[in-house]
């Protein structure tokens, strides 16, 4: 089964299409955030704590006092230069490639929520691995998203096993991209494993990666982890693509002024970027800058706020800039159910960030109450959502057919066009039609259909997916292969 923003056998409105005509900074703007970046990473420097860390700086000529580590701007934009402008990031199947580059934008799930809205009871529950792989197969099934970030966290789980089992469960049940945070190096290096199997080896794994990794490796502001800037090495030694995440708050972890904010970021995006090609030049990673804000009030993260749509689109023009892929966030809301709250929250972030032409932009589908909860009929709603943003990433086509010259010929002067040769030939992809999740009935019909609203309609669509939807398996070599590799793999 498949459930499309469009009616069955139509087109889907794309994925990959090219953003960049929202520009909420102008060009002297860019330049003068990437100069107070420089300044930062020259005058404040940043914190780091890990010896091999502080000798990869050292070795390339940062200035080193003690734990704080001074870049040249000359070392920064050395190591811009080096960051490939191009990453792909490969699904099981062909057709669900990611191509970053430029403005082409893609838009998915996100987060490592904890709880799960139940979709029986209605009620709030902890998030267990049978979720990784019920979400997994929704998103499947659904073709404005893109790419299945894992949106939770399996809590029935030891922490040993978690990596290899989300990940087994996410590619057995979808075949679009799958990331994942990661928490130990013997992870990374289980999960590169089982994409080797899947992909026949490790030289076509890095050809056509089917996994990738996020990395919060930066305490914000200026301190990168320890472990976590240990796994992101790894990774980059792996030459597997992986995200620099950081996502400071204004007025909290970063200034509370959006400039001052933007200004840290990017300087926090950088060092980190300088690192990965200290490491490995020419290591594919995504910057992942996700500017927030905090409630002033009482210091709470915001997901969905104002702000965040418009910091997000500012802060992919910094990536346009560099010419790297960007990773970031859009979609979030603080609402805690499918409710009014969450769709406006929701559709005027992901409309600002696509329309800026971001690449790879998470937490877009599925997410409520500030990244904590996922719940399956929001995957279903969003997913209409976003397939309206990508029509209007992909703007109006104008030349001589769309124009319809000869057509308003043919109709003329009070003439009618439904019938019209040229409708029946534009009707199908020139508009979007949300299916079935948004009604477009009369009342009367509505009413005649038991007056249900989206959420009973996005809930009822949720149910049959998953039990109607069967994603292509894995073949028989790599399940034999991951089974004979980690015994401690479960099969849901």
Same mark, same amino acid.
């Given at each position: ?25 102008? *060009? ?5 955030? &990437?100069e ?8 404040t420097?940043?914190?780091?704590? *890990? ?9 390339? +000529? ?14 920064v @934009?050395?190591?811009?230069? /080096? ?16 191509i ?10 996100? +987060? ?9 009871? +209605? ?22 998203? &893109?790419?299945y ?12 096993t978690?990596e ?34 899947i992909?026949?080896? +490790? /030289? ?27 796994m ?55 910057i ?9 009030r ?22 346009h ?28 972030s ?25 719940a ?17 990433v ?15 010929n ?8 439904l ?11 020139? &508009? ?6 948004f009604?477009?009935? @009369? ?8 007056? &249900? ?12 997916i ?5 994603? #292509?398996?894995?073949? #028989? ?16």
């Open positions: 089964m498949r459930l499309s923003g469009e009616r069955k056998g139509q087109p889907g409105p794309g994925k990959g299409l090219i953003g960049g005509q929202y520009k909420p900074l102008t *060009d002297e703007d860019v330049k003068r955030i &990437h107070a970046s420089l300044a930062i990473l020259d005058r420097g940043i914190q780091v704590e *890990d010896p091999e860390t502080l000798r990869l700086f050292e070795d390339a +000529g940062a200035e080193i006092e003690g734990t704080r580590v001074r870049l040249s701007s000359s070392l @934009e050395d190591s811009i230069a /080096k960051a490939p402008s191009r990453v792909v990031l490969a699904g099981r199947e062909e057709e669900n490639d990611l970053l580059e430029g403005a082409r934008v893609y838009i998915g799930t996100g +987060g490592a929520a904890l709880q799960v809205l139940d979709l029986e009871t +209605g009620k709030i529950r902890r998030a267990v691995l049978q979720d990784v792989v019920n979400a997994a197969r929704i998103v499947d099934a659904l073709e404005n998203i &893109h790419f970030l894992i949106p939770v966290y399996p809590t029935d789980l030891p922490k040993e978690v290899v089992n989300k990940y087994y469960a996410a590619l057995a049940n979808t075949t679009k991209h799958v990331q994942a945070g990661v928490y130990t190096i013997q992870g990374i290096r289980d999960v590169i494993k089982m994409g080797e199997h992909m026949g080896g +490790g /030289k076509r794994l890095r050809e056509r990666p089917v996994v990738s990794f996020i990395t919060s490796w930066m305490i914000s502001p200026l301190k990168f982890d320890t472990n976590v800037t240990r992101l090495i790894e990774i980059c030694r792996q030459r597997m693509p992986v995200v620099l995440s950081a996502a400071p708050m204004a007025g909290s972890t970063a200034p509370v002024t959006m400039a001052g904010m933007l200004a840290q970021l990017n300087a926090e995006q950088l060092a980190g970027l300088t690192l990965t090609q200290l490491v490995e030049p020419g290591c594919p990673v995504l992942g800058p996700i500017p927030a804000t905090a409630d002033m009482s210091g709470k993260y915001l997901g969905g706020s104002t702000e965040l749509g418009l910091c997000n689109a500012a802060i992919t023009q910094m990536a800039f560099y010419q790297v892929p960007i990773y970031n966030s859009a979609g979030m809301t603080d609402a805690k159910i499918p409710d009014i709250q969450a769709g406006i929250e929701k559709t005027q992901v409309f600002q960030v696509a329309l800026a032409g971001a690449n790879f932009i998470h937490h877009a589908a599925g997410m409520l109450e500030d990244m904590s909860t996922i399956y009929e929001q995957f279903v709603i969003d997913n209409i959502m976003l397939g309206m943003a990508m029509h209007a992909r703007g109006i086509e104008i030349n001589d057919e769309t124009l319809a010259l000869d057509a308003i043919r109709v003329g002067p009070g003439g009618h066009y019938m019209d040769e040229h409708t029946l030939r534009h009707m199908r992809t020139e &508009h979007f039609y949300p299916s079935t999740v009604d477009r009935q @009369e009342r009367e019909l509505w009413e005649q259909d038991g007056s &249900h609203d989206t959420w009973y309609r996005a809930k009822e669509i949720a149910r049959r998953l039990i109607e939807h069967k994603p #292509k398996p894995l073949d #028989k070599a790599s399940e034999e292969g991951i089974r004979g590799s980690f015994a401690s793999i479960l099969v849901l």
